[in-house]
């Protein structure tokens, strides 16, 4: 790519929380690098069009020298055409009384749209990055409504969760967090998933890592809003940068990514689950080769339950 072409990344939720810092570290270059323009395409409700228009505003002002143009709009097509990354952040929240099953299916009828028109105008290399919750299943529900897509092109982002994972760990030890290596999360983005520490190099005790750091790195969304007032924004919006960065720069060390399952460690083949994974020529592959103890297995199959679960809930919305 020429520095003289733009790239198109499109953010959906906009007018979001995630969005109002995510916008900003994409603007910068922080995902395609400092020598590459970007083109951004807002994406929104109408009710929040607005607000968009206002955050478009803002990005303006801040004169960034790579930005070559904003395109705000409520229709998925016009978002997304000839997108190269989409960073899908915008769901609908839970809110008090719905019950789980009424949340997967309005963020089903989100998730069947997006998806559609990502196979319908994306650019056909595009990556897409799901972040709005209940974010596996999202991504699963985008990645089967767009079937002219490779799968391998949908992920759903449990970077954050690695990146606490890591971050507890150094605060415990007081090693940096570049120089942990080998730490991953399976399963699902939610109170079941598994920070798994097997592999890494940090040096901890067995009681605090499986009784203290697990239940905090899976509950720390919910004590963020309890201590914030308000949920993860900039920290969410720090680790999808981070995703994407790395997914099309490529990795040494493991990262986490949510990644459409090949059947690879029990996990059911489809499912859009956590997995120790490197990126390599462009794409996220999961770590082969493990060998899990019965405490592993136990903790993967309990969040790959859950997920398979939402599948079931969800299968509905993906007929015909
Ligand atoms: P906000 O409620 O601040 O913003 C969401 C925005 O999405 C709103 O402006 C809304 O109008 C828009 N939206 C809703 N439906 C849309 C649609 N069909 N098309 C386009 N835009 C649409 O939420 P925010 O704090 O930004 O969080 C966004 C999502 O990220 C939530 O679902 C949240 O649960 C999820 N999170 C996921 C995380 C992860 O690690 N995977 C962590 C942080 C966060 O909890």
Redesign the pocket.
Known sequence: MTASQPVKITV?????????SLLWRITAGDVYGKDTPVELAL???P??VG??EGVAMELNDSAFPLLRGITVT?D?EVAFKDTKAAFL??????TKGMERADLLEANGA?FT??GKALNAVAARDVRVL????P?NTNAYIAANSAPDLDPSQFS??????HNRTLSQVSLKTGVPTAELTKVAVWGN?SASQFPDLTYSNAEVDETWYKEEMIPKVAKR?AEIIAVRG????A??AS??VDHMHDWIHGTEDWRTAAIVSDGSYGVDEGLVAGFPTVSRDGKWEIVQGLELSDFQKERIEASVQELREEREAVAHLLKG
């Open positions: 959906t939720g906009a007018a979001g929380n995630i969005a109002y994406l929104e409700i009710d929040a607000a968009a409520d998925p952040v915008g769901s609908r929240p839970r989100i749209v997006q799901v972040v709005g919750n974010a759903a982002l449990m970077r954050l969760d983005h969304g308000r949920s993860s924004a920290s969410a680790a999808a």
